[in-house]
């Protein structure tokens, strides 16, 4: 079954970890897709992998910023030129950012984070509901993290911004299920992707694969999540088996959150 045939799909931070693991999934379920990220050669690397799985993939590639607004817009108005709707978005573009105790959490860094996680998240849905809209059809996954359910300690921007995807996630999916809209969020836990390595390396230096095995053994399951799992998800989230889950957050994270 192909849920994706004659779909299309825009995928924020589609040059890594769960935008590329969630393009692969949806290219090989027949959707045509938009890649956006700021690294063009990731953007590249995902492209290629996607046509050696699914040769007749359609894959289209847009080197932007999702903290610029501007950006953002272009990137809506190039896929509605290409290909004259957008049936799925995976506003999923994000960063870590330095760990660090509240009192010593620096305010530019508390608004970088937040520029990207949050106001990206923001600019996105902004724009893509507007065409959606018009439409009358379609499904917005947001990344939010368990780190926006509850805390986790050491990362004042990246809660304030995770939070706030939740936040924003649930006020538009009550805003626009009237239209056709759903909108939704994912949650995911410990996943492990180029971010996750980036962040082990904060905490453990040379020893983060040890770091990292410390860091799973408070998770109900014992490991790490793979990007492929969330590709899954997100496939399911957009696709139309989905319709009716609106303005919610599904975990993905072995059980973590409920401990
Ligand atoms: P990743 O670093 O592997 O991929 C993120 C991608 O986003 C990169 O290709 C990067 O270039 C791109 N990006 C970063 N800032 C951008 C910007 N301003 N504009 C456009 N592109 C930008 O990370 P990932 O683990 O795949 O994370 C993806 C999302 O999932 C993030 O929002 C992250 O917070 C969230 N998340 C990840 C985990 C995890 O365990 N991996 C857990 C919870 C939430």
Same mark, same amino acid.
């Given at each position: 079954m192909k849920r994706f045939e004659d779909k299309v799909v825009i995928i924020t931070g589609g040059g890594s970890g769960l935008g590329r693991a969630s393009a692969s999934q949806i290219a090989k379920e027949g959707a045509k897709l938009v890649l956006v990220d700021l690294n063009k050669a990731a953007l590249e690397e995902s492209k290629s992998g996607i046509l050696s799985e699914t040769p007749s993939a359609v894959v289209e590639l847009v080197e932007a910023n999702v903290a610029e607004e501007k950006e953002v817009e272009k990137f809506v108005n190039f896929t509605i030129d290409k290909f004259g709707k957008i049936d799925g978005f995976f506003n999923n573009a994000g960063i870590e950012g330095k760990q660090n105790l509240t009192e010593d959490f620096g305010i530019d860094e508390f608004n970088r984070v937040?520029?990207?996680?949050l106001n990206g998240v923001f600019y996105g849905m902004k724009h893509v509901l507007k065409e959606m809209k018009k439409q009358g059809f379609g499904s917005i996954v947001?990344?939010?993290s368990v780190g926006g359910i509850r805390g986790v300690g050491n990362q004042s921007g990246y809660a304030a911004s995770k939070h706030g995807v939740v936040g924003l996630t649930r006020?538009?999916?009550?805003? @626009?299920?009237? @239209?056709?809209i759903s909108v939704k969020a994912i949650a995911p836990g410990a996943i492990m992707t180029p971010m996750v390595e980036g962040s082990l390396k904060q905490i453990g230096g040379d020893n983060w694969e040890e770091a990292g095995k410390e860091f799973v053994s408070v998770n109900p399951m014992k490991r790490f999540g793979k990007p492929e799992e969330v590709g899954y998800l997100v496939a399911f989230l957009l696709s139309n088996h989905a319709d009716f889950i609106n303005a919610t957050v599904i975990p993905i994270d072995g059980g973590q959150s409920y401990k």
């Open positions: 937040v520029n990207i996680n947001n990344t939010a006020n538009s999916g009550i805003e @626009y299920g009237q @239209y056709g």
